[in-house]
Each structure stands twice: as C-alpha cells, then as structure tokens.
C-alpha cells in the first residue's frame, strides 16, 4: 500500500525557493555518498524534567536536557507550559502524549509535507512498507483532488484518500474494496486533515487484526468495510518481451531494498538472450530509496553522475554510476514511461536517463519531488522523523522540484484496453533499430 508519492515515502512540501542555478556543478566533484536509512539517535526534548521560572541559569540547564545553550530564553516558554499543564491541568496527562504531540508540532511547522512525526507503531509500520513487504491490506491509495487528478495534501472533501487498485487474493479484494472508492475514515477516525501517508500508516498494522474503513463509492451512502490484515509481498519488477521477443519491459513498482536486485536480474537476463532495446516503466511509481535509483540508473549509464544532492549548507555531491551495469553499450536503446504518479527516485532514474541521452522521456510531466529525507530513530520507543535533509538535482543541475521532468514525447494516459505510451514506445525502438539494418549506418546513431 502506498500513500501517492514519497515515497522514499511515496510518497506531498511548501513552495520551493528558486532553484538555484548551478555553476557548472562538475567542478565541485566529490566521492559518492548515499546513505538514506540513518541509524543515528536523535534526543529531541528527552526526558520529563521540567525547570521552576526561578532556577538559576546553572540549574535550567542541568534539569533540560536538550536545550541548545545560549537557547534557554528561547526555551524557557515550553517548558513553562509544559509544567503548567503537568501540574494545574485538571484532567489526566498523558506525559508520552504531551512530548509526542511536541515533536509532532515542532515537524509540522516546518511547513514541508515530506517531513513527519511517526509514533513508534507508524514508524515500524513504514519501515516494513518500503522494504517490499508488511502487514496490511494490499491496497495501493493515493489522495486526488478528483477521479485521475494528481495528489494532493491535506484530505478533506476537496483532497480524497482513493484506492488505486487491490493485489490479487489481497484482504481488500476479498472484503470487497473496490478501484476508485474513497476512504472517508479510519475506525471511526475522519482521515480529514490527515496526509495520504499518515492516512495509510493507520491502515497498515498487525496481521490478524482488522480495521474498518469507511469508503464512499460513487453515488451511494457512505459504508464500512471491515479488512483483517495480512501479510503482504509486493513484487516491484515485473518483467516480459515484446514486439515478437525483441524489446525487454520492465515496469518498476517502487525502490525497496531488493528492487534494485530484481530489476538487475530482468536486464541482465534480456541482455543475456541478446535484446538491446528497453522500455523502462516508471509509471505510478512513488520512489523509495535513493541508493536503489542509484544501482537501477546504474544498468544503463555506465560512468558519470546519476544525479547530484545539495544539503542544507549548499554543498554539491555528485553521485556518479556504479560500474558493471548490464545494459551501458552505446548501441542499447531505451525507452522510459513517466507519469504525474512518478516521483521521487522514479524522477531520478527518468532525469538521468534524459539528461545522459540514454533513453527518451514518453508519457506526462512527473510529479516534481526533489527532496530526499532521513528516516531518523527516536529513543525510548518514541518513534521516528522522516526528515527532508537533501535536495537532489539531475546530472546537468535540474531541480525538478514541484515542476516535474517534461518528457521528450507526450503522450496521453492509457484508456481501456490500449496503452498508447508502449505503443508509442515502440515505434521510437523500432525507428532507433532500422538505421543498424541500412548499409553503412552507425549502430549507434540516437532515437
């Protein structure tokens, strides 16, 4: 289940400031780096100590731990609050609650939809979502403002929570959940205000426990769905040939941590049987870790830059190919797929493979995401962040964030029964593959 792009989740941030235009960013070139599941510990507002307002300064700071010396000014109204509301409250205080909604609160006023406060059971949650496989009910979701609209953030009336598809023999096809029903509560819970990834994170949970979902389909009265969860394994490759055996497809799902394997295997075993024209499927595809965009990128590029991050200091880092990719020959030809759904490390793959000319961009404008975020551990089982803490940019320093890439050829979504971005797919190959047949041409001449 996926809740629209992430998703890396997913993956939906605040108005960028202009993208800054790179001197020419290969000057500033330094060793790879691509390191996105932090392991580190960060202790935000740790422990309930609490200072009295006339407390020496040498005593404030030995009784809050966590606050930023020379900050205790700034400090001091928080904790001030906070023990007003743990002594004078006169109902009962969740002391957890308290520093849970703290941290929820300090995330949320950084005013970007891509950072989140998880509690623990959501952050485990995630976790399981992007690594290919957790417990839930086998929905993919996105938030869209109307049937086919891109996502949008927060749901409401006007920003519906609405299933994509279910996976075959999945819990939600078996209870009946339906493509194109919308999710208006969660147990009970309206899901307004909510993002698409914290919607989905409460929809996941423990196999063999339910969850009831409160959909609106069409016209009719609002109704519940009871779901018992399951384990789900999401495959992420999936893989065959067309155009008579000539052309290799693959359509990528998502960049868990064994995607990135599975979808070597499926090049290499084209490569293997002699195709050298691909259609690259990224449509629908939230993204997920960067290091997999990496190694996927890495099948068809053989050296140079996959794409650039740029951290909070505005310090460049070029993070070229991996070398040994099956498919890198100049005479290989490749088509990608992108759509308003593809985000995130599906946009790395596509700018990539377009700013290199190693394939040709079909379909619509993707989604434009070009953060990347940290998945930061809290201790004490307090959850986690998923923090933005990158930027990244294409090989030639393209910040593509909330435009999206622009394909070289556009083509309209697919209709029942047709698929006219393959379609259109390979009758580029097909133009790509005559010159190689007319005496005296390059093998390599470009689509």
């Known amino acids: 289940m996926t809740g629209g792009p992430a998703p890396d989740s997913p993956v939906a941030g605040p108005a960028p400031e202009a993208a800054p235009a790179p001197d020419d960013p290969r000057r500033s070139r330094r060793r790879p780096t691509a390191t996105v599941l932090s392991l580190l510990l960060v202790a935000v507002l740790g422990g309930s100590a609490i200072f009295l307002s006339g407390y020496a300064l040498g005593a404030r700071v030995a009784t809050t731990p966590g606050t930023p010396a020379g900050q205790e000014a700034l400090w001091e109204p928080f904790w001030d609050a906070y023990r007003a509301i743990s002594?004078?409250?006169?109902?009962?205080?969740?002391?957890?609650?308290?520093?849970e909604g703290a941290i929820d609160g300090m995330v949320k006023s950084l005013g970007d939809r891509w950072s989140q406060y998880l509690t623990s059971q959501q952050y485990r949650d995630s976790l399981q979502g992007i690594s290919g496989r957790f417990s839930g009910i086998g929905a993919e979701m996105q938030s869209q403002p109307s049937p086919g609209g891109t996502p949008c953030t927060p749901l409401g009336p006007a920003c519906r929570l609405t299933v994509i598809s279910t996976g075959p023999g999945a819990p939600a096809e078996k209870a009946g959940l339906l493509a194109g029903d919308a999710v208006l509560a969660i147990d009970g819970a309206p899901v307004d205000g909510l993002t698409a990834d914290a919607a989905t994170a409460k929809i996941r949970g423990p196999k063999g426990q339910p969850v009831t979902l409160t959909i609106a389909r069409g016209t009719e009265a609002p109704r519940d769905l009871t779901i018992v969860r399951d384990y789900i394994a999401r495959p992420e490759v999936q893989s065959r040939t067309l155009a008579d055996g000539s052309v290799g497809y693959v359509k990528l799902l998502g960049f868990s941590d064994t995607a990135s394997q599975a979808f070597a295997t499926a090049v290499a075993g084209f490569s293997g049987q002699g195709i050298d024209r691909f259609v690259v499927d990224l449509r629908g595809n939230p993204g997920g870790f960067v290091t997999a965009a990496r190694d996927i990128a890495s099948q068809f590029i053989a050296s140079g830059p996959i794409y650039w991050q740029e951290d909070a200091k505005g310090d460049r880092i070029e993070v070229d190919a991996k070398p040994g990719g099956a498919a890198t020959g100049a005479g290989v030809k490749v088509v990608a797929l992108i759509d308003g759904n593809s985000a995130s490390a599906s946009e790395i793959v596509a700018g990539a493979l377009q700013d290199t000319g190693r394939a040709t961009l079909i379909g619509s404008r993707s989604f434009g995401k070009g953060t990347i975020q940290e998945w930061l551990p809290l201790p004490n089982d307090f959850g986690g962040m998923r923090l933005t803490v990158l930027r990244w940019l294409t090989p030639d320093g393209r910040w593509i964030h909330d435009t999206g890439l622009t394909p070289d050829i556009e083509v309209p979504a697919a209709t029942t029964g047709s698929?006219?971005?393959?379609d259109r797919a390979l009758q580029v190959l097909a133009?790509?593959?005559?010159?190689?047949?007319?005496?005296?041409?390059?093998?390599?001449a470009q689509p």
């Open 87 to 99: 002594d004078q409250y006169v109902g009962t205080v969740d002391e957890r609650a308290l520093v």
């Open 419 to 422: 698929d006219p971005a393959v």
């Open 431 to 444: 133009a790509a593959a005559a010159p190689s047949a007319m005496p005296g041409a390059s093998a390599s």
